[in-house]
């Protein structure tokens, strides 16, 4: 292979003479032989496939990297026709190209615009380019062709051009600009976007296309893209040459050399402005949906009334997740005689389901303790309620409370409840004892109840478990954090609004990320009657005037002698009704506050007297008909041994 012509004389291809002689000139054998050999060194060395060929178009000389293009031995190639290294379809052609040439007898330079192609030995066909160069010889006209694999070329141009017709076809604004901001690139689909033809904008400063008070943020741009960055998605304003402004988005990155060397930078922004109005009209629904929902939810929890005496701070917020309402809700209910009833509730689950379902409960629980039962009896009905319901797995959280400011008590029933706090007492704030029950929904619960003596002003925590449950938490120690929020403020005497802020705040320090609703409750336990009394009596006839005179006595002693003659009438109805239709022993009971004078009397009857209308004949039936016309306010509530009849008469 280093041997051009191998064992074959240079003279026998009639050839090696024709390019060693200068105009027809003669020279000695040996400085043939020498410019032989130089000749051979310099074909070789060609970085080109170099084929020569005669004015017939047979080849004389080829290189070995001729071999190495095509596939050929160079015996394969050496007197055979050049059509030989040309595609089949192109070989009539070269041939009327070849004569062409050896009457023209030009040099043709490497790339002079001719799409090419060579034939490799095994069929495959490739493009090159081909230089070409007339030598004069004593035996005629020789060609040297150059001819250079142009493969990766031609490949690399296709992907240009195919990357050009994909970027000027983008359906996104595509631009490039130089690291000073200068615009060097403008795509149809910018024009279409900005207004501004290509020859309008190339050479300007991209600055042009963003409104006047945020100009300063391209020379931020343009400053990370210098250090390199990309900067993905960004969602900003641009103005177009009109004027208008676009909701667009903007990815930046930076254009580097060869040498890695950041050398300008390209952006595709695409107009965003149609998703952006999709998304302000779908956040105006949803807010409007939401409105409603939050509407629904206020309406199904109600207003629960202020009760004079009881101080207390509610917060509810709904859900940040889906339409926003859920299943929380609390209840205050005056029961009469200085009683009030404090319930909270939560339905298990969110959404429309869970607030039905908690409207339905709340209006029977309000029902149900408006009738004075104690609290066991209310959650042993409501979960008869939840089983009516027929909701598959719903379950539901209760706890009813009621506070008796006369005994000092709080008596309450749990069902599956978080635990309520007691603050404020000046022993540190510590849970409310009440026993163990499973939520409302389980069935077959034998509900059970505690009471707890509590001092006035003392204040109850009770919240829903959207306060303290929260991702990756312990409940335990969610409580053991309220608690110390609470032990923190309840140092003296705080107001219960600002209490309930603290909390919030404390908890739940990202008001508009919370799962569940939450529901919050702080009651501050009224203070205890200026005075009470109480007597037993039997259950005879003549308990009645005695009864008179437990009145009468203290009455004079509080110095309330001008509600005496009602409160004598109305304690004479319902002594004798207890004397006649129910067991002793009968107790009365009296308190007084500020503005109130209550009397209570309770017997071991479990039935409940009813106000009637009686006949004109009748000389019975008229008591509680008086009792309903004279007093401020008056109830019946069953208790353990029987039941309780009251009123309340304005001082």
């Known amino acids: 292979m280093g041997d051009i012509l191998e064992t074959q004389p240079l003279s026998s291809v009639g050839a090696a003479e024709g390019l060693l002689c200068q105009c027809g000139t003669r020279r000695g054998s040996a400085t043939v032989a020498a410019e032989e050999e130089r000749f051979r060194g310099l074909l070789e060395a ?65 790339g002079a615009g001719l799409d090419l192609h060579g034939l490799r030995k095994d069929g495959t066909e490739f493009p090159v380019e081909i230089s070409l160069s007339p030598l004069e010889t004593a035996d005629g006209l020789l060609v040297s062709a150059a001819v250079r694999d142009v493969s990766d070329r031609k490949a690399a141009e296709r992907r240009i051009n195919e990357l050009a017709a994909l970027v000027e ?40 296309l963003a409104p006047e008070e945020m100009r300063d943020d391209i020379s931020v741009l343009l400053e990370r893209l210098r250090q390199g960055e990309k900067v993905e998605h960004f969602e900003t304003l641009r103005v177009t040459n009109t004027g208008q402004l676009l909701d667009v988005d903007v990815t930046l990155w930076p254009t580097r050399d060869t040498d890695g060397t950041v050398v300008g930078a390209c952006a595709i922004v695409r107009d965003i402005s ?43 917020r709904p859900a940040t997740q889906g339409a926003g309402v859920g299943g929380d809700w609390f209840d205050l209910i005056p029961l009469g005689a200085g009683r009030v009833g404090v319930l909270i509730g939560d339905v298990m689950g969110r959404g429309l389901e869970a607030a039905a379902v908690m409207g339905q409960l ?20 409501l979960d008869t309620c939840v089983a009516d319901l027929d909701v598959p797995d719903q379950l539901v959280t209760c706890c009813y409370l009621i506070i008796a400011p006369d005994a000092g008590t709080v008596t309450v029933c749990s069902a599956g409840h978080l635990p309520i706090l007691v603050a404020g007492t000046g022993e540190g704030v510590h849970c409310l004892s009440a026993p163990v ?9 034998l509900y059970q109840q505690s009471s707890t003596e509590i001092r006035p002003g003392a204040t109850l925590v009770l919240y829903t478990d959207g306060l303290i449950e929260t991702p990756g938490s312990d409940i335990e120690n969610r409580i053991s954090e309220l608690t110390t929020v609470l032990d923190e403020f309840f140092t003296g005497n705080p107001c219960l609004e600002t209490a309930a802020e603290h909390v919030l705040a404390s908890l739940l320090p990202d008001a508009e990320s919370h799962n569940d609703d939450v529901t919050l409750l702080l009651a501050q336990l009224p ?15 003549g308990s009645v005037p005695e009864g008179r005179a437990f009145l009468t006595k203290a009455l004079a002693a509080w110095s309330c002698a001008d509600t005496a003659d009602d409160a004598l009438l109305l ?37 409940l007297p009813q106000p009637r209308i009686a006949t004109e004949v009748e000389e019975s039936g008229r008591g509680l008909i008086l009792v309903r016309a004279l007093a401020e306010s008056w109830g019946v509530r069953p208790t353990d041994e029987g039941k309780t009849t009251w009123f309340t008469l304005k001082l």
């Open 46 to 110: 060609a970085p080109d496939a170099m084929v020569i060929v005669d004015d017939t178009g047979t080849i004389r000389l080829v290189n070995a990297q001729t071999e190495a293009l095509f596939g050929f031995q160079r015996e394969e190639l050496l007197g055979r026709p050049v059509e030989l290294l040309i595609p089949h379809r192109f070989r009539a052609h070269h041939t009327r190209h070849r004569n062409g040439y050896a009457s023209n007898r030009q040099v043709r330079p490497m």
């Open 169 to 208: 076809s983008s359906q996104d604004a595509i631009l490039a600009k130089t690291l000073d901001g200068y615009i060097t690139y403008w795509n149809a689909a910018a024009q279409s976007l900005y207004g501004y033809t290509a020859e309008e904008v190339i050479g300007r400063h991209v600055s042009v």
């Open 437 to 445: 029950n499973a939520p409302l929904g389980v069935g077959g619960v």
């Open 571 to 607: 304690l004479s109805e319902t002594l004798t009704n207890a004397v006649q239709h129910a067991e002793g022993p009968i107790a009365v009971h009296l308190s007084r506050t500020a503005t109130d004078l209550t009397v209570e009397v309770s017997d071991r009857s479990p039935h």
């Open 527 to 541: 203070a205890a009657p200026l005075a009470t009394l109480a007597t037993e009596l039997p259950a005879v006839p």
């Open 274 to 316: 149609d998703r952006k109005r999709a998304e302000a009209e779908l956040t105006a629904l949803y807010e409007q949906q939401r409105h409603i929902a939050l509407t629904l939810q206020r309406s199904l929890m109600g207003t629960p009334p202020a009760i004079p005496g009881l101080a207390t701070a509610a917060r509810y």
């Open 362 to 381: 709340r209006s029977a629980a309000h029902a149900l303790a408006k009738t004075g039962m104690q609290p066991r009896q209310l959650m042993q009905a």
